[in-house]
């Protein structure tokens, strides 16, 4: 097969680990016979220090013709000012929204060997296996925001903003997903104070019926918040709004021992799909080869799944994670006692050398 595949490597510890994941991309290309044509290009706050935009339309138009995009993480402190004309963060949101990805798949996966590198009880999290579909193109990110004055008071606001259809889709892949996996599907909302989320709650309602051999319920964010780390196990699938995916899935990732193991990839009606670890840019680790490569090298293992239906060549990528843990190397985050500490580099070359053509 040939593909090709545009690079975002963004800013602070983002090019090391997209470096990785590269590496990895490049010897599955190797080892299944694959060419894989890579092109990189800007966004985030390298852009806007190149060129005074996030997302140049340059990049949004090689990222178009692409079969699929990785990208590593935006946001520099550089930007932080509340008050900044442009920020690293628009770059992200405008490329979700250019290239149509609404559903976002952030699947957290206990590896069996990090079951004590979580802060949570191991009796807690053993065996979890859960999905997010977190909507990525609407809700409170993409509402109408603004300042204005109210009585002689600086004032601002956000709006959380759903239509019927843009429900409807996001919980269709979430069925879609489930018949697949456990066969459950947990709506998440607020709906006893939102009408944003009486919608979403009464629009999921009636997409389950189309799914009677999926189990369904809804439930409250707070409520899946708690249930997460104290019951993690009730969940198969979780489908929920835009800021509660973004909420629970960093609290989640706590459930697989760091940020730094959760992949995400986020797909639409058409290709390409958006591959990225759900973990930030963490400037302060930036050039110390220390942070965990993993969650972006999962990511294009993502990107094979869902935009070149290579399962092979994914679940290669997925096995040499496990075998790479299982042998005992292990980043900082993760670092537990007895076990190998290794940099960044170091676990992106361990991981591509056990890729192996299994089938
Ligand atoms: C994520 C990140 C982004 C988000 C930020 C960087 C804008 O936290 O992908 O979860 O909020 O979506
Ligand atoms: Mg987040």
Sequence with gaps: MEAKIVTLPGDGISPEVVAEAVKVLRKVAEVYSHTFEFEEALVGGAAIDATGEALPAET????????????GAVGDPKYDDP???????????????????????????????????????PQIIEGVDLLVVRELTGGLYFGKRGRKTV??????????????????????????????????????????????????????????????????????????????????????????????????????????????????????????????????????????????PIATILSPAMLLRYSLELEGETQAIEDAVQVVLEEGYRTKDIREKGTTLVGTREMGSLIADRITNGG
């Design 151 to 292: 009585d002689g008071v600086e004032a601002a606001y956000d709006t959380m903003f759903y239509t019927v259809p843009e429900i409807e889709r996001v919980v269709r892949v979430a069925f879609e997903l489930a018949r697949k996996r456990r066969k459950k599907v947990t709506s998440v909302d607020k709906a006893n104070v939102l009408e944003s989320s009486r919608l979403w709650r009464e629009t999921a309602t009636r997409v389950a019926e189309e799914y009677p051999d999926v189990e369904f319920e809804s439930m409250y964010v707070d409520i899946a918040a708690m249930r997460l780390v104290r019951y993690p196990n009730v969940f198969d699938v979780i489908v929920t709004g835009n800021m509660f995916g973004d909420i629970l899935t960093d609290e989640a990732s706590m459930i697989a021992g760091s940020m730094g193991m959760l992949p995400s990839g986020a797909i639409g009606a058409h290709k390409p799909g958006l591959f990225e670890p759900i973990h930030g840019s963490a400037p302060k680790y930036t050039d110390q080869n220390v942070v965990n």
């Design 83 to 121: 008050r900044a004309p442009v920020r690293p963060e628009q770059g992200l949101l405008a490329l979700r929204k250019g290239l149509g990805v609404f559903a976002n798949l952030r699947p957290v996966k206990l590896y069996k060997q990090l079951l004590h590198a979580s802060t949570i009880k």
């Design 60 to 71: 949004l138009t090689a990222c178009q013709k692409s079969d699929g995009v990785l990208l």
